[in-house]
C-alpha cells in the first residue's frame, strides 16, 4: 500500500519543485522601502471610490468600474448554470436523451 | 512593524504550492476545488502585498474581483461534480477518465 | 503555290480520312455507305497527286528542309517536327500515296463486296497508317522519325488484329507488335544517344547548325570536339555503337534476320493490309531510314559490313524456307523477308543507288504479287492452301498475266524490274567485297555476303515459280479451283497498273546496258544526285572512299548480271521440270527431316517464345518481387512506423486530469529554469 502511496504521491514532487523554485527567486530578491498607506486614509473609503468609478480617493487608485459591472455579469452567469447543472439532475432525464425515450 | 515584501512573497509560494500539491496528489472532487481555491488566495496574498510595497490600492481592490470569480468559479465547480456523480457514481477524479486515446 | 508548299499537306489527307472513318463510321455509320473507302481513295487519290506534283517540283532542283513546328527548346538542343524533301523522300512519297491508293481501291473488292463487316474500323486503319508512313517518310530529323515508326508498327497491330474475333490474328497482332517494339527499344537507346552524342538529331540541318551524319563526318574527319562521346570509345566506335542501336530497330521493323518471326505470322490479317504493310511501305520504314540516314552509316565500313552480312543471310535463310511452305501468303512473306535482305545487302555493300533502286521495285512487285494473291484467295472463298488450287490460268487471265509478271521481276528474269535491281545489288555486293579484301575482314563478310545472295537467286527463281505453277497451271485440285469465284474491276485495276509498273519500271537504271552501250540512262543515280549536297548519291560514295576507305573492283556489271540471270533461270527451270503437268506431287517431302526443319521455320519461333517464357519471365518475376518486397515494403514500412509510433505516443492523453496537470507542472519548473539559467537571475 505505501508503494501504491507513493506512486500517487509522485507528481507531488513538481509542486515542491516550484515551491523550492519560487522561495530560491523570492528569498533572494531585494525591495526598496515599502510605500505603505497614509495613517488617516481610508483604505476601504478608496476602494468604495474605485468600484463606482468616481475619483476622491486620498490612497491613488484605478478606475474599476467596467470591472465591476463585469464582474457581476460573470456571477450571475455562475449562479445561473450553477442551477442548470443541478436542475438536469433532478428532472431524470438529460434533455440531449429525451427524444429516445 | 512593517513586514519585508520578500516573507510575502515566499508566503504567496508556500500556499500556492501547497494548493498545487492538493491539486496533483488528491482524489477527491472536493478537495481538488479546494485546492483550486488555495492556488487563488496566494494570488491574492501577492496582490496585496504589492498593494501595499507601492502605496496604491489596485492591487487590493483587483484581489476582491479575484474572490469574486473565484465563487463563481466554486459555484460552476459543484455544479460539474454533482453531474461528474451522476454519470460515474463517485466523485473519485481518477475514476472519470473517458476521454482519452 | 508551288509544290513544295503543299507538301507538308500529303500526310494531313489520310489522317482526315481516318478521322471520317472513324467518327463519322461511329456517330453516323448512315453517312458512310462503304465503310469509309471513299474518303480513304480520295484523301489518297489527291495525295498521290500532290507527290507526283512534288517529284516533278524536285526533279527541277527545288527542295524543302525547314521546321514546321518546335515542342522542347532547351539550352543543348531542340526537339522540332519539320520537313525534309529531297530525291529519297519524294521517291519514296510516290511509291507509298501509289500502293496506299491502289490498296484502297483493292479494298473495295476484298472487304466491301466480300460483305465484311467493322469497315470503318479497317479504312480508319488504313488512313492512319498512311498517314504515318507518309509523316516518316518526310521527317527531318531522328525523333520525329521514331515516334512515325512507333504510329506505323501500332497500325500494323490493330490492323493485322482486324479480325480478332477469331483465335490467330490478335495473337499474330501482339508478336508482331512485340517483337518490333523489341528491335524499336534499341532505337530509342539509339536516338537518346544521337542526341547526347552530337546534339542534334536532325538529318540535313543548315550551314551554320549541320545535321548529325555531318557532324560525324567532321568528327572523323577533322577535329572531334564538338561531340561527346560515351564508355570511354574513341568517336569511331562510338558512332558504331550508335549506329547499332538504330540497327535495332530496322532489323525488327524490316523482318530481318534475328527479329523476322513476325512477319508470317502478319498473313493473318486482310490480304490488302499484307500489300500495303508488309511488302511494300511498313517494313520499307526500316531500310528507309539506313538510307535517310547513309550519311552516317557511310562512316563506318564494320557497321556497312555488318549490314550487309545480315542481308545476305537473311536472304538466303528466308529463301529456304519460302520453298516448302504451303499457303501463298506465306510464300510470299517468306519472300518479302528475303528480298528485303537484299535490300540491306545492296545499302551495306555501300550501293546506296542499287539498295534503293531495289527498294523501288520490290514495293511495285511485292504490291503486285500480295494483290494478286487476294484476287487468288477472293476466287478460292479463302482458302490458301495452292495443293488446293490448280487451273487457275483459264479461269482468271488478268490475275494470271500480273501475277507473272510480278513473278518474273521477283525471281529477277530480264527485261522485268527485279532483275536491274537485283542484279545491281549483287555487282556492287561483289565489287566492294573484291575491293575490300586488301582490307581485311570486311571484304570477306561482303563477299560471303554476296555468295549467300547469290544462292539465294536460284532458291528465289524456285519457290517463285513453284507458287506460280501450283497455284495457276496444272488441273484444279479442289472443288472451288474448278468454280472460282469472280472478281471485278476494282481488283484488277490494281493488278494492272502494278504489273505494267513491274515490267517497266526496271528501265530506269539499266546499269548493265549503260555499261554496254555506253549511253546516260541511270536515270535514278541522276535523280539521286538531287539538290542538297549532304544527301547525294554521289556524295555519299566520296564518304565511303574517303572515309571508310572502301574500295571498289573492276567487274563488268554483264559478268555479273551474267551470273544472277542464269542462276534465276535455273531456278526457275528446276521448279518447271517438277511441278508442271496436270498434277504435280509434293516434291518437298523428298528432303525429309531437312523439310520438317524448314516447314518449322529453323525453330526460331519456339526459340522465341522460349527466350520470353524461360529466360525473360524468371527475370521479371524477380524483378516483381523486389518491387513488391522491397519498394512496397519500404513504402508499407513507413507507414507501419508512423501508426506504431502513434499507438504509442497516443497513451499520454490519459484521460486522467491530474496527469495532466502534472505535465504543466513539472514543464513550468523546467521553463522557469531555463529562463533564469539564460536570463541569468537564477543560479
Excluded at chain 1, 48 to 60: D, K, Q, T
Excluded at chain 3, 108 to 113: C, V
Excluded at chain 3, 453 to 473: E, I, K, P, Q
Amino acid at each position: 500500500m505505501s508503494a501504491g502511496n507513493a506512486r500517487r504521491l509522485l507528481p507531488g514532487l513538481a509542486a515542491v519543485a516550484l515551491f523550492v523554485l519560487l522561495a530560491l527567486v523570492s528569498a533572494g530578491s531585494v525591495f526598496t522601502e515599502a510605500a505603505g498607506f497614509p495613517a488617516d486614509a481610508s483604505v476601504v473609503e478608496g476602494i468604495g471610490y474605485a468600484m463606482i468609478g468616481l475619483s476622491g480617493s486620498a490612497i491613488p487608485v484605478e478606475n474599476f468600474l467596467a470591472v465591476f459591472i463585469a464582474i457581476a455579469l460573470a456571477l450571475d452567469a455562475a449562479l445561473e448554470g450553477s442551477i442548470l447543472l443541478a436542475q438536469r439532475g433532478d428532472e431524470g432525464a438529460d434533455p440531449l436523451e429525451g427524444g429516445e425515450e | 512593524m512593517v513586514v519585508a515584501a520578500q516573507y510575502y512573497l515566499l508566503l504567496a509560494a508556500a500556499v500556492f504550492c501547497i494548493g498545487l500539491f492538493g491539486v496533483l496528489t488528491r482524489r477527491n472532487a472536493l478537495v481538488f476545488l479546494m485546492s483550486v481555491e488555495l492556488m487563488l488566495n496566494a494570488a491574492n496574498i501577492n496582490f496585496v502585498a504589492f498593494s501595499h510595497q507601492y502605496g496604491n490600492l489596485t492591487g487590493q481592490t483587483f484581489s476582491l474581483f479575484v474572490m469574486a470569480l473565484a465563487a463563481a468559479e466554486v459555484a460552476v465547480g459543484i455544479g460539474i461534480i454533482l453531474v461528474l456523480y451522476r454519470n460515474f457514481k463517485d466523485i473519485d477524479v481518477t475514476k472519470a477518465t473517458t476521454m482519452r486515446w | 503555290m508551288a509544290a513544295l508548299d503543299l507538301t507538308p499537306v500529303i500526310p494531313l489527307l489520310p489522317f482526315a480520312s481516318f478521322l471520317i472513318a472513324l467518327l463519322v463510321g461511329h456517330f453516323y455509320p448512315r453517312a458512310l455507305p462503304k465503310g469509309g473507302a471513299v474518303p480513304g481513295i480520295l484523301a489518297t487519290g489527291v495525295a498521290l497527286f500532290l507527290a507526283a506534283w512534288t517529284a516533278v517540283a524536285v526533279s527541277g532542283g527545288e527542295t524543302l528542309n525547314e521546321t514546321v513546328y518546335t515542342w522542347v527548346a532547351a539550352d543543348s538542343f531542340e526537339l522540332t517536327f519539320g520537313v525534309l524533301v529531297d530525291p529519297l523522300s519524294s521517291m519514296m512519297l510516290v511509291i507509298v500515296t501509289l500502293v496506299a491508293f491502289l490498296v484502297h481501291i483493292f479494298s473495295l473488292g476484298y472487304m466491301n463486296d466480300e460483305g465484311e463487316t467493322g469497315l470503318p474500323r479497317y479504312y480508319a486503319g488504313l488512313g492512319l497508317f498512311s498517314a504515318s508512313m507518309l509523316a516518316f517518310v518526310i521527317a527531318d530529323n531522328l525523333l520525329m522519325a521514331f515516334m512515325f515508326f512507333e504510329l506505323v508498327g501500332l497500325c500494323s497491330y490493330l490492323l493485322i488484329g482486324f479480325w480478332f474475333r477469331e483465335e490467330g490474328p490478335p495473337s499474330a497482332a501482339k508478336k508482331a507488335f512485340l517483337v518490333t517494339r523489341f528491335g524499336d527499344y534499341f532505337f530509342l537507346i539509339g536516338v537518346v544517344a544521337v542526341f547526347a552524342t552530337f546534339g542534334t538529331a536532325k538529318f540535313v540541318g543548315t550551314e551554320e547548325s549541320p545535321g548529325f551524319p555531318v557532324l560525324a563526318e567532321h568528327a572523323l574527319t577533322g577535329s572531334a570536339e564538338h561531340v561527346h562521346t560515351f564508355l570511354g570509345m574513341a568517336p569511331e566506335a562510338w558512332f558504331g555503337v550508335v549506329g547499332m542501336l538504330i540497327l535495332g530497330g530496322v532489323i525488327g521493323k524490316s523482318a530481318q534476320f534475328p527479329l523476322h518471326t513476325w512477319l508470317p505470322d502478319a498473313m493473318e490479317g486482310p490480304t490488302p493490309v499484307s500489300a500495303l504493310i508488309h511488302a511494300a511501305t511498313m517494313v520499307a520504314a526500316g531500310v528507309y531510314l539506313v538510307a535517310r540516314i547513309y550519311g552516317f552509316y557511310a562512316l563506318n565500313p564494320t557497321l556497312l559490313a555488318i549490314i550487309a552480312f545480315i542481308g545476305g543471310f537473311t536472304a538466303l535463310f528466308a529463301a529456304t524456307m519460302g520453298v516448302v511452305k504451303k499457303e501463298i501468303k506465306q510464300v510470299l512473306a517468306y519472300s518479302t523477308i528475303s528480298q528485303y535482305g537484299y535490300i540491306m545487302l545492296g545499302l551495306g555493300a555501300g550501293g546506296y543507288v542499287a539498295g534503293t533502286f531495289h527498294l523501288l521495285t520490290h514495293a511495285f512487285f511485292k504490291a503486285l504479287l500480295f494483290l494478286g494473291a487476294g484476287s487468288v484467295i477472293i476466287a478460292m472463298h479463302h482458302n490458301e492452301n495452292m495443293w488446293d488450287m490448280g487451273g487457275l490460268k483459264e479461269k482468271m487471265p488478268v490475275t494470271y498475266y500480273t501475277f507473272l509478271s510480278g513473278s518474273l521481276a521477283l525471281a529477277g528474269i530480264v527485261p522485268f524490274a527485279g532483275f536491274w535491281s537485283k542484279d545491281e545489288v549483287l555487282y556492287e555486293a561483289l565489287v566492294h567485297g573484291l575491293g575490300g579484301m586488301e582490307a581485311g575482314y570486311e571484304g570477306a563478310l561482303l563477299l560471303g555476303a554476296y555468295a549467300m545472295g547469290l544462292l539465294a537467286v536460284f532458291f528465289t527463281g524456285f519457290y517463285t515459280f513453284r507458287m506460280v505453277l501450283l497455284t495457276f497451271h496444272g488441273e484444279p485440285r479442289s472443288e472451288t479451283a474448278r468454280n472460282p469465284h469472280g472478281v471485278g474491276w476494282n481488283v484488277k485495276f490494281p493488278l494492272v497498273v502494278l504489273g505494267i509498273l513491274a515490267a517497266t519500271v526496271g528501265f530506269v537504271n539499266m546499269v548493265p546496258v549503260a555499261e554496254l552501250t555506253g549511253m546516260e540512262i541511270e536515270f535514278l543515280h541522276k535523280w539521286l544526285d538531287g539538290p542538297i549536297h549532304v544527301t547525294q548519291a554521289h556524295y555519299y560514295g566520296e564518304l565511303l572512299h574517303d572515309v571508310a576507305h572502301i574500295q571498289a573492283a573492276e567487274v563488268s556489271s554483264l559478268v555479273a548480271g551474267a551470273v544472277s540471270l542464269a542462276l534465276a533461270l535455273a531456278g526457275a527451270g528446276l521448279a518447271l521440270a517438277l511441278y508442271r503437268g496436270p498434277a504435280p506431287e509434293e516434291h518437298t517431302e523428298k528432303l525429309g527431316s531437312l523439310k520438317t526443319v524448314l516447314y518449322n521455320n529453323y525453330y526460331q519461333d519456339e526459340y522465341q517464345v522460349w527466350l520470353a517464357e524461360g529466360l525473360t519471365m524468371p527475370l521479371a518475376r524477380l524483378a516483381d518481387k523486389f518491387d513488391q518486397g522491397i519498394v512496397d515494403g519500404v513504402v508499407n514500412g513507413v507507414s507501419t512506423v508512423s501508426k506504431a509510433s502513434g499507438r504509442r505516443v497516443r497513451k499520454v492523453q490519459s484521460g486522467f486530469v491530474t496527469n495532466y496537470v502534472a505535465a504543466a507542472a513539472f514543464g513550468l519548473v523546467v521553463l522557469i529554469i531555463a529562463a533564469g539559467v539564460f536570463g541569468g537571475w537564477l543560479l
